[in-house]
């Protein structure tokens, strides 16, 4: 994971026993960076289940209420996830 503005880079496995972890991650990240979008890198996750698609829209929802905007770039797999849930990928 890497991050630089208000990009943050995750990678390989994103599932369920890990999404604990990400989530503070991502809200510590979201609490030093306050202002602006977040952008959030996916292209280098290779495995992800349904908990990870019900994150990004929870994530987003919140990044919403505050006001802010989420984009996504996302590895193939990640693209997957989101249309074999049916659910439309945040920001788009």
């Known amino acids: 994971m890497s991050s630089s503005e208000n990009a943050f880079a995750l990678s390989g496995s994103c599932e369920l026993s890990r999404l604990g972890e990400l989530q503070g991650e991502l809200l510590d990240f979201a609490r030093r960076h306050p202002e602006g979008p977040v952008h959030l890198d996916l292209t280098a996750v290779d495995r992800g289940d349904v908990g990870l ?4 829209v929870s994530f987003q ?3 919403s ?3 802010r905007s989420l ?3 996302l590895s193939d ?5 989101f ?3 049916g659910v439309v990928v945040p920001g788009r």
């Open 53 to 56: 698609v019900q994150f990004l």
């Open 77 to 81: 797999s990640v693209e997957q996830l």
């Open 71 to 73: 984009t996504l770039a």
């Open 65 to 67: 209420a505050k006001g």
């Open 61 to 63: 929802a919140s990044m």
């Open 83 to 85: 249309q074999r849930a």
